[in-house]
């Protein structure tokens, strides 16, 4: 598989991981009380939420670095993915109340755009790869 097409799968995974993330931690707060009515308590578990965190990182950093390495060397999505952690893990660490519920989420939408600007990157890049390539024949 070449890797412009890897990362950009893994970055359509990325994108809609983030956005279920944000959403998740922008809702949970609000239903926490519901949810073991209707049999979706561990969403408010502290271990899904870190699984969740981890799982992205993972993501994330395959799909942003391998972009960059092979592809665009741009940092912009390194540095918006190395952003959006570092809001999440903020929240979660070291603030509380409300104000998390609108931090945390934005951490997440951060790490999707991460995703998505690599996405470009990489689209544009392989396109003019591609391109160039087909000139010389």
């Not at 940092?75 to 959006?84: C, D, F, M």
Request: aromatic content about 10%.
């Amino acid at each position: 598989m070449k890797p412009a097409k890897f990362t950009s799968r893994l970055d359509n995974i990325g994108m809609t991981a983030s956005t279920l993330c944000a959403i998740h931690c922008a809702v949970v707060p609000l239903i926490i009380t519901a949810l073991p009515l209707i049999g979706l308590g561990f969403l408010a578990n502290p271990w899904f939420e870190w699984g969740m965190i981890l799982l992205a990182l993972i993501i994330g950093a395959s799909a942003v670095s391998l972009s960059y390495i092979r592809v665009h060397q741009k940092l912009l999505p390194l540095i918006l993915l190395s952003t959006g952690f570092a809001i999440i893990i903020t929240g979660h660490l070291f603030i509380t109340g409300w104000i998390e519920g609108i931090i945390v989420p934005l951490g997440g939408l951060t790490i999707a755009a991460a995703h998505f600007v690599n996405y470009k990157y990489a689209g544009i890049c392989h396109n003019a790869v591609t391109q160039n390539s087909l000139r010389q024949f």
